[in-house]
């Protein structure tokens, strides 16, 4: 079973896979004293900066309603938008009548996981995306060079220090990975990805889950990423 401390750092890695900052055991100046967050995220949307502050209970008994109404006042005082209290020991009834039609969130850590888990599978799936289309645009840029240019045509070639050879196979496995995000996020599975071509290169992989399809395309940006390191252009 895990400790109290070993509890907050599951539920800030739990925020920070959603995208957000989570700092364990950060310090807030309130309007009235100082307060210790067990957790204390941060994130900016709509062009606004958002706090939360999650209070992490690993103890035997029930939290009751003096445990909701201290975290209700901690968020007040300090600005907090929402406020979340974790324990895996349940919540007295008296809980849920104090947090009801407020800003305060009960749960255990692994519920929280449960209903984040498609909000953690996008963030994961948009955070692929970028670091291909950052590869791509690399690739592109640093990668080839002009040989001649027309009125309506540019002929390029691989730079000089550059893997010819596997160049095209980086392209393809980048533009196959593009293709399968975009139709999952059309909502289509299975969708296909590329498998270890240096071994077979006929290789591909379906993916039929969400869990799946992160991992392998996690896999293809990695991939990726080692060959671009590995490249000397110029």
């Not at 289309?133 to 045509?153: N, T």
Request: with cysteine; aromatic share 8%.
């Amino acid at each position: 079973m895990m400790d109290w401390k070993q509890y907050q750092e599951e539920a800030a890695a739990l925020f920070r896979s959603l995208g957000f900052k989570a700092e364990v055991n950060h310090v807030v100046e309130g309007v009235r004293s100082k307060h210790v967050i067990d957790v204390y995220v941060t994130f900016d949307r709509w062009g606004l900066r958002h706090t939360w502050i999650v209070e992490c209970k690993r103890h035997a008994r029930p939290i009751t309603k003096a445990d909701v109404e201290t975290l209700k006042s901690i968020a007040s005082e300090i600005g907090a938008s929402l406020a979340f209290l974790l324990s895996e020991s349940g919540f007295q009834s008296g809980a849920f009548d104090a947090a009801r039609k407020t800003n305060v969130v009960l749960s255990s850590l692994e519920e929280l996981r449960t209903k984040s888990r498609d909000d953690v599978m996008r963030e994961a799936l948009i955070a692929l995306e970028n670091r291909a289309l950052a590869l791509k645009d690399k690739i592109f840029r640093e990668f080839m060079c002009d040989v001649e240019k027309g009125c309506d045509y540019i002929t390029r070639r691989v730079r000089d220090g550059v893997d010819g050879e596997r160049f095209y196979s980086m392209i393809g496995s980048i533009a196959m990975l593009n293709v399968a995000l975009d139709d999952v996020r059309l909502g289509y599975l299975p969708a296909t990805l590329p498998g270890d071509f240096d071994k077979d290169p006929d290789a591909y992989v379906r993916c039929t889950t969400l869990d799946q399809l992160v991992a392998e395309s996690n896999r293809v940006v990695q991939r990726v990423e080692k060959w671009v390191a590995k490249q000397s252009p110029r």
